[in-house]
């Protein structure tokens, strides 16, 4: 009995093990959760994790496209960044430090993926400095705010070549990466691809037509392209055009183009040249006709406002109205106040006919005004792709009636249901235009008896495949089309410059900056309200003839009465006739009524289609939310029950 007592109590006596006092635990937690938090935003930072993103934006708007990765994965020597950022200053607009955030990730990306063959050089420009007067020196520009020079640009260099991005607007962050990616290239790329220019059109600027006038300065996309490329000005009447100088030919709007220089680009394209056409019905950009200088295309004469290939268009099995112009009801653009105009179209990506295309790849708006339709008329042997189209409600109209907005012109005429082709590709071996040679060489042989010398050179048939572009439309290239001018220069409000680049650098063999160029500041035009104000135009269609009808009865019946007034007879109506007015007039009445019913539907519609978009907006987010914190509250609690 005693032995158990002893037991018991040595076994009370046994000492207890060591508690830590709740404070002590928390104190020690909120530390390591500090170094956990420190240590791995160091790790994050001085490895590639941080350069590490997921972006769930639509077409993957903050993800580098293939074409920027394959620029910088094959640079060969090394690239030099100079930053120029002004940062310890208060007056830097707030939008603008947030852009340099994204700027700074973007280049830390761009260090990543070359390899270590760029190099980034932080410059922090302030007043009286060795950074200032390098800022200087590379062309970047101070933006003058409150009495103080604020600097943000770039300075790409590489070897002796050098280009500069004198400011990086906010306004153009979708053009970042092709900026930048560009001026990569071309600093890192030492001849530049040639390309032949044949146009009517002021591209390249016009000079001055009297001491003291301005002359006048080229586009925008043609200051874009001679940056890019080596531009040879052939004009409209060339000698002799050889691939191997000039690999790649661009024709904008060839008004007037004769027979002979048709069979010069014949045999261009034979010879392995690749051309680039862009065609235009109706040209709104043609200069006009200067009563003080004479001659058609001079520079003071008047240009066509028509062009096309009657030749060419019709071997390669192309059908192209040359005076017709398409108005679409699903891409017709707004100018407010009511101005709809069905030919200048506003183009979505609906009318983009492959999201594989890498000349469209990417692409969410293009403005093309009084744009043409391409068709394909027959079978020659070639491929044709439409790489963009129009939609199935157009009605083909005059170029010169389609300057003016017309809201009742579905109600007038029935649409063709045909999807015209407004960019198109074709490739294969091309036939000639014109198997018996040069017409106008032939007319020459014929008078003077001797045979031509040029003759042995004629081909009937492309030894090589072959391709062409064409494009319905030259005045998308002009600068109100296609730019907008900010306080830094020129921003792209759409794809139109980037199609023609695009199609450009496809042509001379450099594709890596396709994809990074498409990201341009787009709207997306409400295509569906747009179809349905065009249905509801076609089901009124056969009202609107029989208005039509009855409203010229009446006229005649009017013009009837007032001759009889006028030759002295007695204006006296028969009880026949005013019967006959009346029932018009009442006839109009009720189709006023049934329009005005019609029109109140489709507003109708509308207002439902605008209500049920609302709801889905507002609704959707407190929806998802509310659905995934009940699927954590059930996750939860079947974890609960199961412990």
Avoid at 40 to 46: C, D, E, K, M, P
Avoid at 431 to 437: A, E, H, I, Q, V
Wanted: glycine share 8%; net charge negative.
């Amino acid at each position: 009995m005693a032995k158990k007592n002893i037991t018991s109590v040595e076994t009370t006596a046994e000492p207890s093990a060591k508690v830590t006092h709740p404070v002590v635990r928390t104190v020690m937690g909120i530390v390591a959760i500090l170094c956990i938090l420190i240590f791995s935003n160091w790790i994050v930072r001085a490895t590639s994790l941080g350069n590490k993103t997921l972006d769930l934006t639509e077409d993957k708007r903050h993800t580098l496209t293939l074409g920027t990765e394959a620029i910088l994965s094959e640079l060969e020597n090394p690239v030099i960044i100079r930053y120029y950022a002004t940062r310890k200053s208060e007056t830097m607009p707030r939008r603008v430090k947030n852009y340099m955030r994204k700027v700074d990730d973007l280049l830390e990306r761009y260090k990543l993926l070359a390899n270590d063959k760029i190099r980034i050089e932080h410059l922090d420009p302030q007043p009286d400095t060795d950074a200032e007067d390098s800022a200087n020196m590379d062309g970047i520009s101070g933006q003058r705010v409150e009495d103080e020079n604020l600097y943000f640009g770039l300075s790409i260099s590489s070897l002796d070549q050098q280009t500069t991005i004198p400011f990086l607007d906010p306004a153009n962050d979708t053009m970042l990466e092709y900026m930048l990616s560009s001026a990569i290239a071309n600093v890192t790329t030492f001849k530049k691809p040639k390309i032949g220019l044949m146009t009517t059109l002021p591209l390249a600027g016009t000079p001055a037509m009297s001491p003291g006038q301005q002359p006048t300065p080229p586009w925008v996309i043609f200051q874009l392209l001679r940056q890019r490329y080596d531009v040879q000005l052939l004009g409209m009447t060339p000698e002799d055009l050889d691939p191997e100088k000039t690999p790649v030919l661009l024709v904008v709007h060839p008004a007037g183009i004769t027979a002979s220089v048709e069979y010069l680009i014949d045999q261009y394209i034979l010879r392995g040249g690749i051309l680039v056409a862009c065609l235009d019905p109706f040209a709104l950009t043609a200069p006009q006709q200067d009563p003080r200088m004479g001659g058609m295309g001079g520079l003071g004469g008047g240009v066509p406002k028509s062009s096309t290939f009657l030749h060419l268009l019709k071997t390669w099995g192309i059908g192209f109205d040359a005076y017709s112009v398409v108005a679409d009801g699903k891409y017709a653009t707004d100018f407010g106040n009511g101005q709809r105009m069905h030919a200048h179209l506003s183009l979505s990506t609906d009318a983009i006919t492959s999201d594989d295309e890498i000349i469209t790849k990417g692409f969410e708006n293009l403005y093309l005004p009084l744009a043409g339709g391409f068709t394909v008329d027959s079978a020659t042997g070639i491929s044709v792709d439409t790489l963009v189209k129009s939609s199935n409600q157009v009605v083909m109209i005059a170029g010169q009636s389609a300057t003016q907005a017309d809201q009742g012109i579905f109600a007038r005429s029935r649409p063709t249901g045909e999807n015209y082709g407004l960019v198109m590709r074709l490739q294969g071996k091309f036939k000639t235009s014109f198997p018996n040679g040069d017409p106008t060489e032939k007319e020459q042989e014929q008078q003077q008896g001797s045979p031509n010398p040029k003759e042995k050179s004629h081909l009937s048939e492309a030894l090589t495949q072959g391709s062409v572009y064409l494009i319905s439309d030259a005045d998308f290239l002009i600068d109100q089309a296609s730019f907008h001018r900010g306080p830094q220069g020129y921003g792209a409000v759409n794809n139109n410059a980037a199609l023609l680049q695009n199609i450009l650098d496809q042509c001379t063999g450099s594709k890596h900056l396709i994809g990074s160029r498409s990201r341009a500041s787009t709207t997306r035009p409400f295509t569906i309200i747009k179809e349905m104000e065009t249905d509801f135009e076609k089901d009124l269609h056969d009202d609107v003839e029989a208005a039509r009808n009855s409203m010229e009865k009446i006229v005649q019946q009017l013009q009837a009465l007032q001759q009889q007034k006028n030759s002295g007879q007695a204006m006296v109506l028969t009880q026949e006739q005013e019967a006959k007015i009346r029932e018009l007039q009442a006839q109009q009445i009720k189709l006023r009524r049934d329009l005005r019913e019609k029109e109140k539907g489709l507003r109708d519609r509308k207002d439902k289609l605008y209500a049920e978009i609302t709801w889905l907006t507002v609704g959707s987010t407190p929806l998802f939310v509310a659905v995934t914190g009940l699927c954590v509250w059930f996750f939860r609690r079947r974890s609960t029950r199961t412990v």
